[in-house]
Nanobody, 125 residues
Framework: QVQLVESGGGSVQAGGSLRLSCAASRYTYSTYCMGWFRQAPGKEREGVATVRLGGDSVYYGDSAKGRFTLSQDNAQNTLLLQMNSLKPEDTAMYYC??????????????????WGQGTQVTVSS
């Protein structure tokens, strides 16, 4: 099991940027899938970006491509999501997720067992 703590959410105007952080309790000596998902009111949870820790292949959801960047800070055991050119439709609760047993990292929320508490992102027009 992995404990995850998100931070960095907030309110920003359209076109602005935010950086989300996810601190993981089990990181350095393991490799597993870890990523960001989001859920807006009344909508299903959507995959934003995911990566296998220690690897360099990042998978982005369509809404994130070209605007969001996922990176790893190994020294801090942290997964970072840099979000640029934010739009009002990016408004959602953003969750960090991890799974120790996924063979292939993917953007299906149902495949991830461990979740953080979420951090709210609000983008105003």
């Amino acid at each position: 099991q992995v404990q995850l703590v998100e931070s960095g959410g907030g309110s920003v105007q359209a076109g602005g940027s935010l950086r989300l952080s996810c601190a993981a309790s089990r990181y350095t000596y393991s490799t597993y899938c870890m990523g960001w998902f989001r859920q807006a009111p009344g909508k299903e949870r959507e995959g934003v970006a995911t990566v296998r820790l220690g690897g360099d292949s990042v998978y982005y959801g369509d809404s994130a491509k070209g605007r969001f960047t996922l990176s790893q800070d190994n020294a801090q055991n942290t997964l970072l999501l840099q979000m640029n050119s934010l739009k009002p439709e990016d408004t959602a609760m953003y969750y960090c997720a991890a799974d120790l047993s996924l063979r292939y990292c993917n953007l299906r929320a149902s495949g991830y067992k461990d979740w953080g508490q979420g951090t709210q992102v609000t983008v105003s027009s």
